[in-house]
C-alpha cells in the first residue's frame, strides 16, 4: 500500500499541466473560469485540441485509438485537465458510442463512425430518457417499426445533454411490445440531420441551455445502423452503465470549485472581517474539504483495483457516483451562500455569450446561484441517487 | 498509488482474522470482560507467539519492522472481534512513546518485553479539564537535584489497570495549555506515591484515574526532552488516531454484515424486512459509510508516518472526521435496523454500537477533529 504516484506518473501530471497550460484556449479557460456557457464551437475546438494530442478517448485501449492510459494515467489526466480549468467535453462518442461499438458494433460500423469519434469530427449525444421513462428507463416507447432497409422512427426523447451541439445519437428504441419490456430494446445510431428530427432546447433553473428535447417524426434509420441485434438494446445499455458511472472527472472539478469558494471567501466581508474567518462557515468548508478528500480516495481505491486486475465493483462505481452528486451539491451550495445578499440578483445571459453589460455585484458572484441550481441534477441526472441505491442494494448487498 | 496489501499483508490479515474467528466468538467475549482483568493472558501470550505484539518495532528490539499498515491490518481485524486485550495502549501508545521519543536505553528495556508480552504499557495524557487538547496539562514534574516530583491526576488512561509501567504527561514549566514545557516520564505503577482506580469503560474495556502524590523518578525516567513532549505526544496521538481508525472500521464491517444478515432473515408482515426499500436505501448508505471510513482509516495509515507534521496532523484529522461520522451512522442505525434485539446486552450489535460511540470519544471527537482540520 502506498499512496504516491510514481515518478513516472508524477513526471506525467507535470506533462499534462504544462500541455494544459499551453493548449486550452484562453478565452476558453476564462469562461470556465468564470461560469459562462460555451458555445458549440467552442466545445468543438477544445476537443479537437484534444483529439489532435491523441487525449479524447482517454479510457481507450491502444489498439483502438486510444492513449493506452493506466488507471493511474487516466484519474492524473482527467484531476489535471479540469485543474486546470478544462471544460467537460461532449463525451458521449468516447464514454459511450465508442465502447459500444467496439464490444457489439460490425466491422462496417467501426469503420464508419470511430474514426471521427477519434478526431471528435462528429459529436454525439445519449437518447435514453424519455418524458414517461425516467427512472423506469426500461419502459421507454421511441418506436421504430422495420420498413424495408430501414427503421421507420417516431416518438420524442428528452434530457439529452448537447443534442443541440451533435452530429448524432445513440438512442434506445423500442422494436416490439410484446413480452417483458427489457427485451424489446434496439439500439439505433441516429442522424440528427435526418429529416423528421425537430430538437427543442430545454432551459433548466439555472438558466443554461444543455438539456434538449428531441421529435422523431417517421425519422428512417438504415438497419445497418443498428448496434446488435433487435432487442439486445438493454443488455448493451446494461453494459455502457458501467463506463458511465466509472466517471470520477467531476471529483476533480468539484475540488477546483471549492478552491474557488475559499478564494471568494477571503474576498467576502462579514462584519468587517473576512467570510472566510468566520467560525461556522470555515468549518463548512473544512467538512466540504473533508468529504471531498474520502470521495477522491475512495475513487483511487477503485483504480488501484482495476490496476491490480481485480474485479471493478459496480456497487463502489455507483457508491462513487451517489457520493460525488452529494459533495458537489454541497460545495456549490457553499459557493452560492458565500455570495449572502448577491446571490440573488439572477441575469441568465450574463452566463450565456454575447451579453456585453456588467452584471450586478462582484463578476465573482452572479455564477453562484446559477450553478448551484445547475448542481441540483447531480443526484438525478445518469440514474438518480434512489436508483443507484436500489442497484447497490442488489447487486451488491443481494437484497 | 496502491491500496493493495503485498502478500506479507495479505498472510498477517488471514492470520488475525482466523484467531479473531477462533478466539472471539461474542459469547466468549462477553465472559472474558466480565471477568476481573477483562482480557486473557492467554490470548495476550498467543498475540506474542505471533508476533503482534512487535509488529512495529524494528528487528533490532525483538519487532518486525512492520509499519503502520500491519498495525492497520491487525486493528482491523481487532475491531471485528471487539477485541478487549490492551493492544492499543501497550503497542500503540505505550509502545509508540518509547519508538519514537525515547532513549537508545530505554528502546532496549522496553520494546523487546512488550514484544515479548512480558511487559504492557499505558500513556496518561488526558485530564479531567483537558478534554482532548494535548497541551493542557495541570500534572506536575518539579526537578529535585536529579530526579522529578509529579504531582497530580491523569484521567481515563487507557489500559492503566494491567500495565506494569505508565507512561505520564507532566508540565515541567509553563502554564496549563502552553505548547512548551510538557514532558513525558516513564513511571513504574508499583511507584511510590503512584494509585490507579480501575474501571471498566461502557464499551467492556479497561480504564483508571491515575492519581500522583509525590511520585519520585529518576532522570532516566524522561522520555525524550525535557519541556518539549508534546510534538511527540502528538505523533503519538496521531498513531493511535490511525490505528483506532482501522479498529472502527472492523465494527463497523462486523455490525453492517451482521445487521445485513438480519435484514435477510428476520420476518414481518410475511416477508424478510429487506426486501422493504426504506430498509434496503439504509443498509446501503450503512455500507457506503464503512466504505469511505476504509478508505479514510488506510489513507491514515499510508500518511501517519509523514515527515511533515501539519499534513501529518491534518491528513488524521480528516481520517477522524470520517471514522466519527461512518462509526455514528452504522452504530445507530444497525440498532434501529435490528429493532428490539439490538438493544438487548446479550446480542452482539449493542456492543459494536457502544465500542464506535467510545471510539469517537477518543483522541479527539469529529467536531475537534473538524477544527483541527480548518485550523491546520
Redesign the interface.
Known amino acids: ?6 515518478p513516472e ?1 508524477e513526471a506525467f501530471r507535470e506533462k499534462v499541466r504544462a500541455w494544459v497550460r499551453e493548449k486550452l484556449p484562453q478565452d476558453i479557460r476564462e469562461k470556465v473560469d468564470r461560469g459562462f456557457e460555451l458555445s458549440c464551437d467552442d466545445l468543438r475546438r477544445w476537443m479537437k485540441i484534444l483529439s489532435a494530442e491523441g487525449w479524447i478517448a482517454t479510457n481507450w485501449d491502444k489498439k483502438d485509438g486510444g492513449p493506452g492510459f493506466t488507471a ?1 494515467q487516466k ?1 492524473l489526466f482527467e484531476d489535471e485537465l479540469f485543474l486546470g480549468g478544462a471544460p467537460r467535453t461532449i463525451h458521449f462518442g468516447t464514454r459511450m458510442v465508442g465502447p459500444v461499438l467496439l464490444a457489439f458494433g460490425t466491422e462496417e460500423q467501426k469503420r464508419k463512425y470511430i474514426p471521427k469519434i477519434l478526431t471528435s469530427e462528429e459529436i454525439w449525444s445519449q437518447g435514453y430518457s424519455e418524458p414517461g421513462s425516467g427512472s423506469d428507463l426500461a419502459s421507454l416507447k421511441l418506436s421504430a417499426v422495420r420498413d424495408g432497409d430501414h427503421y421507420v422512427v417516431n416518438g420524442t426523447k428528452i434530457w439529452s445533454s448537447h443534442a443541440h451541439c451533435a452530429d448524432r445519437m445513440f438512442a434506445l428504441t423500442r422494436t416490439s411490445t410484446t413480452g417483458k419490456k427489457q427485451e424489446g430494446i434496439t439500439c439505433l445510431l441516429i442522424d440528427l440531420k435526418a429529416p423528421g428530427v425537430t430538437i427543442r432546447p430545454i432551459i433548466t433553473i439555472d438558466g443554461r441551455h444543455v438539456f434538449n428535447q428531441e421529435f422523431f417524426d417517421d425519422v428512417r434509420v438504415p438497419v445497418e445502423d443498428r448496434v446488435g441485434e433487435e432487442g439486445e438494446g438493454w443488455r448493451i445499455a446494461k453494459y455502457l452503465l458501467g463506463h458511465e458511472r466509472s466517471n470520477a472527472s467531476w471529483i476533480s472539478i468539484t475540488k477546483r470549485t471549492l478552491v474557488k469558494t475559499k478564494e471568494i471567501a477571503a474576498e467576502e466581508r462579514v462584519s468587517g472581517g473576512r467570510l472566510i474567518d468566520d467560525e461556522v462557515f ?2 463548512k ?3 466540504c ?2 468529504e471531498l ?3 477522491e ?2 475513487a ?2 477503485t ?3 482495476a ?2 486486475d ?1 474485479p471493478m465493483d459496480l ?2 462505481a455507483g ?1 462513487i457516483k ?2 460525488t452528486a452529494e459533495v458537489i451539491k454541497r460545495v456549490n451550495e457553499l459557493s452560492m451562500e458565500a455570495g449572502a445578499y448577491y446571490a440573488q440578483p439572477f441575469e441568465p445571459q450574463a452566463i450565456r455569450g454575447g451579453w456585453n453589460e456588467e452584471p450586478v455585484g462582484p463578476d465573482y458572484l452572479f455564477r453562484m446561484a446559477p450553478d448551484y441550481f445547475e448542481a441540483r441534477a447531480m443526484s438525478i441526472a445518469g440514474g438518480s441517487n ?1 436508483i443507484q ?2 442497484i ?2 442488489k447487486g ?4 | ?6 502478500d506479507d ?1 495479505s498472510l498477517l490479515k488471514d492470520s488475525v482474522d482466523r484467531f479473531i474467528q477462533n478466539n472471539y466468538g461474542f459469547e466468549q467475549r462477553r465472559k472474558l470482560v466480565a471477568t476481573d482483568e477483562g482480557y486473557s493472558d492467554k490470548n495476550w501470550s498467543q498475540f506474542a507467539e505471533l508476533g503482534w505484539l512487535g509488529m512495529p518495532f524494528p528487528e533490532q528490539y525483538g519487532g518486525f519492522g512492520g509499519t503502520p ?1 500491519e498495525t492497520m491490518i491487525v486493528m482491523e481485524a481487532f475491531g471485528t472481534g471487539l477485541v478487549a486485550e490492551p493492544y492499543l495502549p501497550t503497542v500503540v501508545l505505550g509502545g509508540g512513546a518509547i519508538l519514537h521519543g525515547g532513549s537508545e536505553e530505554q528502546k532496549q528495556a522496553i520494546l523487546p518485553a512488550v514484544a515479548e508480552g512480558k511487559l504492557k504499557l499505558a500513556l496518561a495524557f488526558a485530564e479531567r479539564q483537558s478534554r482532548y487538547n494535548l497541551a493542557d496539562v495541570e500534572t506536575s514534574a518539579k526537578k529535585d537535584g536529579g530526579s522529578y516530583v509529579l504531582n497530580g491526576m491523569k484521567g481515563v488512561v487507557f489500559g492503566a489497570p494491567s500495565a506494569d509501567k505508565i507512561i505520564v504527561v507532566a508540565r515541567t514549566s509553563g502554564q496549563s495549555r502552553d505548547a512548551d514545557g510538557i514532558s513525558l516520564f516513564l513511571v513504574d505503577k508499583d511507584a511510590q506515591g503512584l494509585r490507579v482506580r480501575g474501571y471498566p469503560t461502557a464499551d467492556g474495556l479497561r480504564a483508571g484515574e491515575v492519581y500522583l502524590d509525590n511520585v519520585k523518578v529518576g532522570a532516566d525516567a524522561l522520555v525524550g526532552e525535557e519541556g518539549k513532549g508534546l510534538p511527540l505526544l502528538e505523533k503519538v496521538i496521531d498513531h493511535g488516531i490511525a490505528a483506532i481508525s482501522a479498529e472502527a472500521v472492523g465494527a463497523m464491517k462486523a455490525l453492517n454484515d451482521m445487521t ?1 444478515e438480519y ?2 432473515t428476520r420476518e414481518q408482515f410475511g416477508q424478510p424486512i ?2 422493504f ?1 426504506v430498509l ?2 439504509r ?3 450503512m ?2 459509510a464503512h ?2 471510513a476504509k ?2 482509516a ?2 491514515a ?3 501517519v508516518d509523514e515527515a511533515d507534521e501539519t499534513e501529518r496532523k491534518k491528513a488524521m484529522s ?1 481520517a477522524k ?2 471514522i466519527g461520522k461512518s462509526a455514528r451512522y452504522v452504530g445507530q442505525q444497525g440498532i434501529q435496523l435490528h429493532g428490539g434485539i439490538g438493544m438487548t446486552d446479550e446480542y452482539a450489535a449493542g456492543h459494536y454500537f457502544k465500542r464506535l460511540t467510545m471510539i469517537d470519544r477518543s483522541f479527539g471527537d469529529t467536531d475537534f477533529h ?2 483541527r ?2 485550523d491546520l
Open positions: 500500500m502506498d499512496l504516491r504516484f510514481s506518473e493511474g484519474y470555515r468549518h468548508i473544512a467538512d474539504e473533508q478528500q474520502t470521495l480516495l475512495t483511487l481505491r483504480l488501484s483495483a490496476a491490480a481485480k456497487g463502489q457508491l451517489l457520493r434512489e441505491k436500489n447497490i442494494a451488491v448487498l443481494g437484497l | 498509488m496502491d491500496f493493495e496489501y503485498s499483508q499498515v445485513l435484514l435477510k429487506g426486501r426499500q434496503q436505501h443498509m446501503v448508505d455500507f457506503i466504505e469511505e478508505s479514510m488506510m489513507m495509515a499510508m500518511r480528516a472526521v470520517q473538524l477544527k482540520f480548518a
